[in-house]
């Protein structure tokens, strides 16, 4: 029993000091008040001794001692229980509380007992000022990043200057102690508060000045000390103070003048980034205003930034979920309001539900803003129709990195180099003198830059084909029409038509996307006159006639008559008719029997009829090992190397499968996709890409050439490689670190180059020869993040050769087609504000079709992978033309001139083909034992063609890119 209760006192003994224990290392909001609280009375005890002796040997009112009896009982029982508790009992005495406790308790136990107060090192109590910002976040008084910086700071100085000037006001009065006779003097607390100021503002009045030995010994180290605390700290408050006065204002909105609200992810990268790119689209003329709404205060370099474009850039402290911020910014009346997304972010799915939150924000509030958002993650669009307000048709756009990157490195497995041609082209500036490099004949490139630009077409192509048209636009403006802007059905749809078929009529009003130098070139299209131009052979001449009037004053009857002629082709059905983005249903296309022809029984696909579908395939099923015959026998296919794992973000590879499964491809066409990767990650993947036709998995790494040989690597038709989400790492070089080495992996195990130039890209069988393809160059994309590490797998400049700037090394390498970076997306948020219908084409080429609307359709469906036999959506579905990189056949070549230049060979493609050449891709210059090709980005009509060229097309559908044209 004695036993029993010595074991049960022991246990109670040890609960008592973990609970201490655990008390202190977590303490209650509720105890660091109340200690906080006392030692703030023990400091008001010290300041009313102070103002009532004039001797420090002196009785005091019962009253005052007994309560400062009792604080400090409380403080010494509050020091033996952290005493107990603490770890470190070394440690423990050096603390600043427990240093403050040794100084100041036990002096007041002795005035006590002597019944005579001493103040001695009371003043050792204003150091707990220092818990005063903790004291205020308890009580949430202080909420945000500026209150507790600026709480700090004050506590930090108010204690400094209380306890330095308790410190002189001991040593003066008491003097030296080994001095005889005394030379203290009389100085008032005040007074010694005064000097402590003055000394640490370095103004030094000398009217009240230190006598003792330990007193200038103290102002000796504490100038040193308090010199740097009041420069630094004095003008950190004062900016502070300033900066979030200013930060914390309104916007004054002025009338007629366009100014726009950027938010989301306001950092130096993204601001500098989007500056660059904003800048640029107003080629140096600036006419709006950008308003940064961040919601954090911005940091130095950031306000470096701001600085440098005061006259056009404001930043407002707020954020987009607060009402009250929307309207300080003026949110109802700018122009639009664009939304940044962290890229590099490790969390996607909540960088994109934040951002979509603050979509909601503004659409409840202003529902007639514009909004531009940029989201990681294409799945995450599901979220965006459920808005109200929410309305493509009116400008609001969504850039997603996903689909768009995917999309890009996708097609580029097919066309190699279009990644780079349709960058250069939508987003970003060729690099002339990088490509001049590698021309032979110099002369023949122009220094410009083409982009593509959209403009109404003129009134007078109504009624003509698109291949009418496209022609009279080469031939008499010097200009390449990509497509059109179809309007049909009775509420004003429209959709995007990349060369379309013959059977499609232009009608009045129809916007055209063009690639050209310039707007001014552009407008030739929209004034071209039949009765005035016809005979016009300059295109620069082709200006504004003075029949334009009269062309666009039309009766009310012939008005009429252009509007039934728009809405014709969408008579009959009336819901195929609303579906946006998705062509009405066309029994006229021509060709379609003859494709569907001899695959119409295993054709299948979706209910949208916009990809091949096939019932969901067992991921045992589909992954391959070294021993399926299947996997010996892969030839031609496209090579995937993935990286990830079980934690790894997903990367969402359907958006890359997509685009090569679209509709528009003859079965025959579609290329075996093998994913090279982790099982754990591809297993993820796998459930949302089941649905896909001719798709196998491969659990290994493309660092293991073991793997690449059992993926029959030298067979392929092309190799992607995906970045993988890896953690944030110091050095920026390193983020790309396996997509760079895998590239290399691949490249080691291409055979050698081949004596044909054209074998070099396209296998045998390309070229319609049957035999088994014998690729010598393995066309590789690999995805950066970081784009300056392109240096580490570039091979364009010898190694002997002067070594470029990395700008130049990136383009050098990006223009092979090689390389493809998420910084040439960041451009489209500045494309997007000016001309929201340049981002639906893109998307439209590289996605194959997809568009808001039919997103819209496939959101109301609720599954895009469902089957539907219905043969007549398939047919117009299919009816949509598709990137190639054709070479130039022997067909192309013949012709009645003898100089075959790409004017010559443009308009034979398309009389003869309907094919759309608008790029080139073109050897580089000998010493290239690797075979490199450069892009040429619509290419100067007089410029000669080589038999070793290769055309960028966008071919019909009903034409298959494998046959010898």
């Known amino acids: 029993m004695i036993r029993g209760n010595e074991t049960t006192a022991s246990l109670s003994k040890s609960s008592v000091l973990e609970l201490v224990r655990n008390s202190e290392q977590a303490p209650s909001p509720e105890k660091v008040i109340l200690v906080f609280l006392l030692n703030i009375g023990a400091l008001i005890i010290y300041f009313v001794d102070l103002a009532e002796t004039e001797d420090f040997k002196i009785s005091f009112p019962d009253s005052i001692l007994f309560t400062d009896t009792g604080f400090n009982a409380f403080f010494l029982l509050y020091f033996g229980l952290r005493l107990v508790a603490a770890d470190d009992k070394l440690r423990f005495w050096l603390e600043l509380n427990s240093l403050v406790d040794f100084f100041t308790i036990p002096p007041v136990f002795v005035s006590y007992y002597l019944k005579k107060n001493w103040l001695g090192l009371r003043f050792l109590r204003a150091l707990r000022l220092l818990e005063l910002p903790r004291i205020l976040q308890f009580l949430r008084i202080t909420k945000n990043n500026y209150s507790i910086k600026l709480s700090k700071l004050f506590a930090v100085f108010l204690s400094t200057w209380l306890t330095a000037a308790g410190f002189i006001h001991l040593v003066e009065n008491n003097g030296d102690p080994w001095v005889h006779p005394g030379n203290s003097q009389s100085l008032s607390y005040f007074e010694c508060m005064y000097l402590v100021m003055v000394t640490m503002s370095t103004v030094g009045y000398g009217d009240v000045v230190v006598q003792t030995a330990l007193g200038r010994t103290f102002i000796i180290f504490f100038i040193i000390g308090g010199l740097v605390l009041f420069a630094n700290l004095i003008p950190e408050v004062v900016e502070i103070v300033e900066s979030h006065k200013s930060y914390k204002s309104s916007y004054e909105v002025v009338s007629g003048k366009n100014y726009i609200v950027v938010c989301g992810n306001i950092t130096l990268e993204s601001v500098t980034t989007f500056l660059q790119d904003f800048l640029l689209e107003d080629k140096g003329n600036v006419c709006t205003e950008i308003l940064f709404l961040g919601e954090s205060l911005p940091s130095l370099e950031l306000e470096a930034v701001f600085k440098c474009y005061s006259a056009y850039t404001t930043f407002f402290y707020g954020s987009a979920l607060n009402f009250e911020d929307l309207k300080r910014v003026g949110m109802g009346s700018a122009s639009a309001c664009l939304i940044l997304a962290d890229v590099h972010s490790l969390q996607p799915y909540t960088e994109d539900t934040s951002n979509i939150m603050r979509v909601l924000s503004i659409k409840n509030n202003y529902p007639n803003t514009r909004v531009i958002l940029q989201i990681i993650q294409s799945h995450n669009k599901v979220y965006l129709p459920n808005i109200p307000s929410w309305d493509w048709r009116t400008g609001d756009s969504i850039i997603c990195f996903a689909e768009l990157k995917l999309g890009f490195i996708a097609q580029s497995c097919l066309v190699p180099g279009l990644s780079t041609l349709l960058t250069t082209l939508f987003i970003g500036k060729e690099n002339t003198e990088t490509r001049r490099k590698y021309v032979e004949n110099k002369t023949l490139l122009e220094d410009k830059d083409y982009k593509v630009m959209s403009f109404q077409l003129s009134s007078d192509f109504a009624g003509m084909t698109f291949i009418e048209v496209c022609r009279l636009c080469f031939v008499k403006l010097n200009l390449v029409l990509l497509g059109i802007e179809l309007k049909f059905g009775s509420q004003g749809e429209s959709a995007i038509l990349i060369n379309p078929s013959a059977q499609i009529k232009l009608h009045r009003n129809t916007m055209g996307f063009f690639i050209a130098h310039s707007l001014a070139e552009v407008k030739r299209a929209h004034f071209y006159c039949k009765a005035c131009h016809s005979d016009v052979e300059d295109p620069e001449q082709i200006k504004k006639c003075q029949c334009r009037s009269r062309l666009h004053a039309k009766p009310l009857s012939e008005k009429l008559k252009f509007y039934r002629e728009s809405l ?389 559908f009903n034409i298959a890119t494998t046959d010898d044209l």
């Open 568 to 956: 014709r082709i969408s008579d009959g059905d009336p819901a195929k008719s609303r579906s946006p983005g998705v062509l009405p249903p066309l029994s006229l296309i021509d060709g379609v029997s003859d494709v569907q022809g001899e695959e119409k029984s295993r054709v299948v696909l979706d209910s949208t009829g916009r990809f091949h579908w096939c019932d969901s395939v067992p991921l045992q099923k589909a992954l391959l090992s070294c021993k399926d015959q299947a996997l010996l026998n892969l030839r031609d296919h496209i090579l995937v190397c993935v990286f990830g794992d079980a934690d790894s973000p997903l990367i969402g590879l359907q958006d890359f499968v997509m685009p090569l499964r679209a509709s528009n491809f003859i079965y025959h066409e579609l290329k075996d996709i093998v994913f090279l990767g982790s099982l754990e990650y591809l297993q993820r993947e796998w459930k949302f890409i089941q649905n896909f036709p001719k798709l196998w998995l491969f659990s290994g790494s493309a660092l293991s050439c073991a793997d690449l040989r059992a993926v029959n690597v030298r067979h392929c038709a092309a190799c992607a490689i995906l970045s993988s989400n890896t953690t944030a790492l110091s050095n920026p070089s390193l983020v790309d670190m396996e997509s760079i080495l895998a590239t290399l992996n691949v490249r080691s195990m291409q055979s050698k180059p081949s004596s044909s130039p054209l074998e070099t890209v396209f296998g045998a069988r390309a070229l319609g020869n049957q035999s088994e393809p014998c690729y010598k160059r393995i066309p590789i994309t690999t995805e950066l993040k970081s784009s300056p590490n392109a240096q580490f797998i570039d091979q364009a400049f010898d190694i002997n050769s002067e070594v470029p700037e990395q700008g130049q090394l990136f383009t050098s390498a990006a223009c092979t087609g090689d390389i493809f970076s998420d910084s040439f997306l960041n451009s489209l948020l500045s494309i997007t504000y000016y001309n929201h219908h340049i981002l639906a084409l893109l998307q439209t080429l590289v996605t194959s079709g997809t568009s808001p609307a039919l997103e819209e359709q496939l959101l109301e469906k609720d599954s895009i992978l469902s089957r539907n036999s219905d043969k007549i959506i398939h047919i117009a579905s299919r009816a949509r033309s598709k990137l190639a990189l054709l070479p130039v056949s022997k067909r192309l070549l013949t012709g009645v001139m003898q100089e075959n230049s790409f004017g010559d060979i443009y308009c034979r493609a398309l009389d003869l083909f309907g094919i759309l050449c608008f790029g080139l891709y073109r050897l580089m210059e000998e010493p290239n034992p690797c075979k490199n090709r450069f892009v040429i980005a619509r290419p100067r009509s007089d410029l000669e063609m080589l038999p070793t060229d290769l055309l960028f097309c966008i071919v019909p």
